[in-house]
């Protein structure tokens, strides 16, 4: 596995198995976790927050049973600033630890805590740490709505005390993309050496937005879970995270990103969260069109109306369908895969049908759906065609 301090791309840390399972609902099985753990290490992830050993002897057998399975990526525990945690953490064999500490003066409240103790804490559990483990890093939990000048002081003292990363954390989400690179910059300049990770959620809709900023800003490494799953509105997801970083910024993480479409997959089947069909990168829509205009540009290129080809992220193309907005270019398209030759005349004819049909079903025809249009335009007038719909529906369709 390349090292976190000598690489080119940016540092994905995976966190499915730990801040994904935390999203209400979602449990994983051991033989989920070892799977997701084997497509992410597969993919090229190169490290995974793989769980929480202070959460007791089930949580800990599942760790061990990841540290057998002999995967290339680190494997790391997660942490609060307690001593029994990194015991736990070291009884498993972990031989990587994040250890997360509340910065903001609300988290700081709510555990009833004061900066004093954080940073007495830090300067005795960073040393206590590093005689256990390899790689020790060190959270500073709801940072984004922490003093800023607080913040980067605490960087300071995880510098001083040994730490090998710092996680900036957006824990609500709050971050807006212009001002957090400016933080960024700030922070990398206190970091030094020592590595600046971002971890986002998504409860504005900014996640992925805010990953392109912090890398712009100087950040080494990023956190990101399958499909974003995680806490309220989720964590960044890693199928945008990879392609934006590459099309927004032209920056790679070392991900294939052929294998996005079916990670993302089994990702939803374990968690029990299906898909969104507009998801961004993975969802059907991503790469489905209906528009004449858009149709017809995609027929004459490939790149028309999409960001970078389907098979770059594992799924087999563009998708055309029939449906209100149709041109005569995508219908003819369509209507040829089909083997049928329809002239103009007739397609205008299906194009009319179309259009009446979508506006009783509320949505598009497949293209295997299509023949059965083409016959109910050449057997019945439009005006009876509410009597002669086909039964399946769009929405009812597997992805391609």
């Known amino acids: 596995m390349q090292e976190e301090t000598d690489r080119a791309a940016v540092w994905l840390i995976d966190s499915t198995l730990r801040d ?3 999203a209400p609902g979602v449990v994983f099985s051991r033989a989920e976790k070892l799977a997701l753990a084997a497509m992410l290490d597969r993919m090229g992830v190169p490290e995974l927050e793989c769980g929480t050993a202070a ?3 089930d949580a800990q057998e599942e760790l061990r049973a990841l540290l057998e399975a002999g995967l290339r990526a680190r494997l790391t525990g997660w942490c609060r600033a307690r001593r029994e945690d990194l015991e736990a953490s070291a009884l498993c064999g972990l031989r990587s630890v994040h250890i997360a500490f509340p910065l903001s003066d609300i988290q700081l409240g709510t555990l009833r805590r004061d900066r004093a103790w954080v940073m007495e804490t830090l300067a005795e559990l960073v040393p206590m740490a590093l005689t256990r483990f390899e ?9 984004s709505r922490a003093d800023a000048a607080w913040v980067r002081e605490f960087a300071a003292a995880a510098k001083q005390a040994g730490a090998m990363r710092l996680r900036y954390a957006d824990t609500i989400g709050l971050c807006n993309p212009s001002s957090l690179t400016s933080q960024m910059r700030e922070l990398k300049e206190v970091c030094g050496p020592m590595n600046l990770e971002f971890h986002g959620h998504d409860d504005l809709g900014m996640a992925t937005a805010n990953c392109v900023a912090a890398v712009e800003g100087g950040a080494d ?3 990101v879970t399958l499909n974003g799953v995680g ?3 989720g964590n960044a997801a890693l199928e945008q995270v990879v392609m934006a970083l590459r099309y927004a910024l032209g920056r790679e993480s070392g991900i294939e990103s052929k294998l996005l479409y079916t990670a993302c997959r089994l ?3 374990a968690s029990g969260r299906p898909i969104a069909e507009t998801q961004p990168i993975v969802g059907r829509a991503a790469f489905l069109h209906e528009s004449g205009i858009h149709c017809a ?3 004459r290129h490939p790149l028309a ?4 080809p389907a098979a770059e992220v594992g799924k087999s193309g563009t998708e055309i369908v029939a449906g209100s907005h149709s041109g005569r270019a995508g219908l003819q398209h369509l209507l040829q895969q089909l083997g049928i030759d329809a002239g103009l005349a007739e397609t205008e004819q299906i194009m009319k049908l179309l259009r009446t049909l979508a506006l009783a079903r509320k949505s598009g025809y497949a293209s295997d759906e299509l023949r059965v249009v083409h016959r109910l335009s050449t057997q019945t007038p439009v005006t009876h065609v509410m009597n002669h719909q086909p039964s399946t529906g769009f929405s009812e369709a597997e992805p391609r």
Not at 135 to 143: K, T
């Open 231 to 233: 806490e309220r509105a």
């Open 135 to 143: 790689f020790v890093s060190i959270g500073a939990q709801d940072a």
């Open 55 to 57: 959460m007791g002897k």
């Open 305 to 308: 109306y999409e960001p970078f």
């Open 221 to 223: 490494c990023l956190s």
């Open 267 to 269: 990702g939803a089947q």
């Open 20 to 22: 994904g399972e935390q």
């Open 297 to 299: 540009g995609q027929l």
